[in-house]
């Protein structure tokens, strides 16, 4: 037992900041919320950093471990990357294309086309 029970030095959070009275809310502010488009534009911006940032001989190995439905989705990804180019980007987007093909054969690229939802 402490000898000196009355003795407050001991106490090293101020547990009174916690209590009810004392309590305030954060400020909210809706400058950090982003709309679905912003989000699917920042889902976009990112998927292609990624695809561009692997090398060229991790592409087939990265493609093999997908199935059908990631393939048709990485596909989308590459036509995006294409309607939207970048320096030195196209070059390595068809190198993804390619091995995707290789892959997926022509159904993905059919599939992909058809498909009325949009990355």
């Not at 400058?31 to 679905?36: D, R």
């Not at 054969?105 to 009325?116: K, M, P």
Request: some cysteine.
């Amino acid at each position: 037992m402490a000898k000196n029970t009355s003795s407050s030095a001991f106490r090293k959070i101020d547990v009174d900041q916690y209590c009810e009275d004392n309590f305030k809310e954060d400020d909210t502010d809706s400058g950090g919320l982003v709309g679905p488009d912003e989000n699917e534009e920042n889902a976009l911006n990112l998927t292609l950093r990624v695809l561009l940032s692997i090398k060229p001989s991790q592409i087939e190995e990265a493609v093999n471990s997908l199935d059908i439905n990631l393939l048709d989705t990485l596909m989308k990804y590459v036509y995006k990357g294409f309607e939207n180019p970048s320096e030195g980007s196209s070059g390595h987007l068809l190198l993804w294309h390619e091995k995707v093909y290789n892959v997926g054969g022509v159904g993905c690229i059919v599939r992909v086309l058809a498909d009325t939802r949009r990355v």
